[in-house]
């Protein structure tokens, strides 16, 4: 298409758009609209229809697109995709799906994998847990402006014998003071992977820390959580929520699988998150969070449970040069406190990471992981309700190799061992994974 035309095409689908009744209905925002400002929706009542332009004007746009596409058609650029009417309010392309502001994006997520033990130690819900093939996941996200006021997000996760509402909440895009609401199921953002999804992580696998504290879906549910961006000289941001404590893959340490209603206030999980980011230099940025949660647990009348957390992210990137190196440094480290009959148990775990991205398409990375046994007040070894074989440490180290064949795609090899000392020898195992996103997914944290 030569440029005039291009132009020309570019006007007659802003102009037909804009003479469509369904363009006053409904303004998609910037997906990446910060958190509290008011751009986030446009109102009906700020969408013109009348866009000045003659039939004639419309007319001579016609004949001209008619004329490229003929030209076209002879040169057999007809054969490539087709595009789509601009009055059906339905964008298709590999990196988007837009139905009238409704953006889509699919996930795939396989693994071939190959263990030494025929019960691997394996705590996340979208882990490969047995030697052959593996469907980790198949997610489906969907982010859209509701109105001027909230935006919806979906993730539904559709495994191989089941369908999943993961996260489905509503957030608010225009509250004053740098403050925002949501509202739904959500992952609670306690620490820094729990509120992630696999596609977002570096490794392969669930780290076993949060599979045992939480359970192997992260820890969510449904609730209600408010954030606010302090005014400090740097970035700040407290966040609580309050949220269902039962869910035996989401809330394992609360109420689980038990089943207790809600008869008081305190019958909730309470999860509170401080978050802080510091520029350290052009190519170098700290991020580092406080977490802590509390809620009941089913061992006894009013018993409860207490989670602390802290998370580091260290990211070194040069900016000159077009290069594409990148150094990250991740850990977490998880405290837990359990009321039980006559007792408290606590136990620590935690897990450090490195990655190295040598080059525009390959990543090399390198976890370790570890894990206490449940101590008493006495400091001795006892039997845990929840995990009765973790009697003693518990360690595992992986390291994986990436490549990218575009952004769209994701290869892994990965390997690790782990030394769960209760074992009498180390479990190996080895995972090769394909990960393909198709559709607008939005940017992930920093």
């Not at 979906?154 to 909440?169: D, H, P, W």
């Not at 392969?204 to 599979?211: A, K, L, R, T």
């Not at 990148?326 to 009321?339: A, C, I, N």
């Not at 007040?377 to 009765?388: A, F, H, I, N, W």
Request: charged content about 15%; hydrophobic content about 35%; overall charge negative.
């Amino acid at each position: 298409m030569s440029p005039t035309s291009r132009r020309l095409a570019g006007l007659a689908v802003c102009l037909s758009f804009c003479l469509s009744p369904s363009a006053s209905a409904q303004t998609s925002p910037d997906a990446g609209t910060p958190s509290g400002s008011s751009d986030a929706g446009t109102s009906p009542e700020e969408t013109s229809p009348d866009t000045g332009v003659s039939a004639e004007d419309l007319k001579a746009l016609e004949e001209a697109l008619g004329q490229d596409a003929a030209a076209a058609a002879q040169s057999g650029a007809s054969a490539s995709t087709p595009a789509p009417s601009p009055s059906s309010g339905v964008t298709i392309s590999p990196t988007n799906i837009n139905i009238r502001g409704l953006e889509l994006s699919f996930v795939l997520d396989v693994a071939g994998a190959a263990f030494t033990s025929k019960e691997p130690l394996q705590t996340g819900g979208h882990d490969p847990t047995g030697s052959g093939f593996n469907f980790q996941q198949l997610e489906m996200s969907l982010n859209t402006a509701v109105d001027p006021y909230f935006r919806f997000t979906g993730n539904i996760v559709f495994s191989q014998f089941g369908v999943e509402v993961e996260e489905a909440y509503a957030t608010t895009t225009s509250l004053p003071a740098n403050l925002q609401l949501r509202a739904g199921q959500f992952l609670t953002r306690f620490g820094r992977l729990n509120p992630t999804h696999p596609h977002a992580w570096d490794f392969v696998d669930q780290p076993f820390s949060i599979g045992r504290v939480f359970g192997g879906e992260g820890n969510r549910g449904l609730g209600v959580e408010a954030s606010w961006l302090t005014p400090l000289p740097w970035y700040v941001e407290v966040i609580g929520s309050v949220t269902d404590a039962s869910g035996e893959g989401t809330a394992r340490s609360f109420l689980g699988s038990s089943g207790s209603g809600v008869t008081s206030p305190f019958d909730f999980q309470f999860t509170g998150t401080v978050k802080q980011f510091f520029p350290l230099s052009d190519d170098l940025s700290l991020m580092w969070g406080l977490s802590g949660a509390n809620g009941p647990n089913p061992t006894g009348y009013h018993n409860r449970t207490d989670v602390l957390g802290t998370d580091v992210y260290l990211k070194y990137r040069p900016i000159s040069g077009g290069s594409t190196t990148m150094v990250t440094l991740q850990g977490e480290l998880f405290y837990r406190r359990r009321q039980v009959p006559q007792d408290v148990l606590s136990d620590f775990n935690g897990y450090g990471q490195v990655l190295w991205r040598f080059a525009q398409r390959w990543a090399t990375a390198a976890r370790y992981e570890f894990g206490s046994p449940a101590l008493t007040r006495g400091g001795l070894v006892t039997d845990d309700p929840l995990d009765p074989e973790w009697t003693d440490d518990r360690q595992r180290i992986s390291a994986n190799l990436t490549f990218w064949p575009t952004e769209f795609s994701r290869l892994r090899l990965q390997g690790a061992t782990d030394l769960a000392s209760w074992r009498e020898r180390p479990d190996y195992s080895v995972f090769l994974a394909l990960e393909v996103v198709m559709g607008a997914h939005g940017a992930h944290a920093f």
